[in-house]
């Protein structure tokens, strides 16, 4: 099995998720045997790019001829099975879609953002969620508030090119839903169910997981729509002390924020920015990890990291977040409803959780305001126990690498067969 991994790489000086997954995923494959013909190209390559190559980089989301070169030069030499595209912007384009087919190469594209209407990829615009673009032939809203890298001509050709490569999109052959949430989305953008595989990213196994900690762990980027101010409005709802601790790492523009209420309260304290044995560390310290997105958030890796720990998640009912933790088809205790939750509370051994909020698998997810998180903060806490070794086993099965890189696999070998004429 040979297939070719296509992927724009993020600035590096722009941490990116996407990828720390993309080499993940390539190093899996590898593992399991198949052979892997990566075609990739950095966005950190366009300030030493030649003038000549520079003049063309505002077409190049549209068509990129040096890649569709580069693109059938590498199927011609290496006669590959599938074609497996991520990031396509902007040197790479998403052409190769039609580059590939044009060489009988059949295309599984991972969606990891909202790219196919959203010309930020996001749905989120000044500090709320954002979807004007949705189902427009063009997506003015865009333009009209500078939604890519703040400029009206830039967002004005991203528009174009979603536009100009809707059929591309839709004639992708698998697409790679990284949560329920995703597959919802592409539906509305008219996939049919057919071409729609659900398959998470998967993380490496860490081992077993320590005991718990104590408190909590806000682990992530600290820029609006991660949720931040969120949460710590919710926390000062408490005493300090009230709840253990909170540790926040990572590092953005609302480190001032985090700096200050670590300043403020002596309950919270901001680690920056961490190495993965800090991650590590951190994680082992605490009892629940924090995802409190006010965007649809597609995959947060920390919560994936978290499961693997055995430790439970809190987050807000958005994107993939109620996926990752199992609260997408709720547990409902013998006797209650969605809305309680059996757990290690002192007094009556049960409590309410708020309105809108559900107990999943392996956590809770609530609605993104601060009163429903303020309230569900102190029952995830004494709950944590009750659910850590369902957080590790969810892990197991939906999240580790042996498993989804075999789902990825059977994705790859199902187009295979599907290309491969029948015997007489």
Avoid at 146 to 164: D, I, N, P
Avoid at 308 to 318: D, K
Wanted: hydrophobic letters at 40%; charged letters at 20%.
């Amino acid at each position: 099995m040979r297939i070719v991994v296509a992927h724009n790489r993020y600035r590096e000086a722009q941490p990116s998720g996407e990828n720390t997954i993309v080499d993940a995923e390539i190093a899996q494959l590898t593992a399991a045997g198949v052979e892997v013909l990566p075609f990739l190209r950095s966005s950190d390559e366009i300030p030493t790019m030649p003038r000549t190559a520079k003049a063309l980089l505002p077409v190049s989301p549209i068509y990129a001829p040096r890649a569709q070169q580069q693109l059938s030069r590498l199927i011609e030499e290496h006669r590959p099975d599938v074609l497996h595209l991520h990031n396509p912007y902007p040197l790479l384009s998403p052409w190769v879609v039609r580059t590939a087919h044009r060489h009988g190469v059949p295309v599984v594209q991972t969606v990891h953002n909202y790219r196919q209407v959203c010309s930020s990829g996001l749905y989120f615009r000044d500090g709320v969620i954002c979807q004007d673009c949705r189902g427009r032939a063009l997506g003015v809203p865009a333009i009209v508030h500078r939604c890519y890298r703040g400029s009206r001509a830039q967002s004005a050709l991203m528009a174009t090119t979603l536009a100009v490569h809707r059929p591309t999109w839709r004639s992708v052959d698998r697409f790679v839903a990284l949560t329920s949430a995703v597959a919802d989305h592409l539906r509305d953008y008219g996939i049919p169910d057919e071409r729609i595989v659900v398959k998470p990213n998967g993380i490496p196994d860490p081992g077993r997981p320590a005991p718990l900690g104590d408190g909590f762990l806000f682990l992530g980027r600290l820029s609006p729509e991660k949720g931040l101010d969120l949460l710590l409005d919710a926390w000062r709802r408490h005493p300090d002390g009230a709840l253990g601790p909170l540790r926040i790492a990572g590092d953005g523009e609302l480190r001032p924020l985090a700096e200050a209420a670590a300043e403020e309260r002596g309950d919270v304290t901001f680690l920056g920015p961490l190495d993965r044995a800090g991650v590590r560390a951190a994680l082992e310290a605490s009892a629940v990890v924090l995802a409190t997105s006010t965007w649809h958030d597609v995959l947060p890796t920390v919560i994936i990291e978290a499961l693997a720990s055995g430790r439970p998640v809190l987050g807000t009912a958005l994107g993939g977040i109620p996926y990752l933790v199992g609260a997408d088809t709720p547990r409902e205790p013998a006797g209650t409803g969605p809305a309680r939750v059996a757990s290690a509370v002192p007094g009556d051994g049960r409590a309410t959780l708020p309105t809108g909020a559900v107990t999943g698998e392996a956590g809770w997810v609530v609605p993104p305001e601060p009163a429903a998180l303020a309230a569900a903060l102190p029952l995830a806490r004494a709950g944590a126990a009750t659910l850590s070794a369902a957080a590790r086993a969810r892990y197991e099965r939906t999240f580790h690498p042996d498993v989804v890189t075999g789902q990825l696999v059977d994705v790859y070998a199902g187009l295979m067969r599907a290309r491969t004429p029948a015997t007489p």
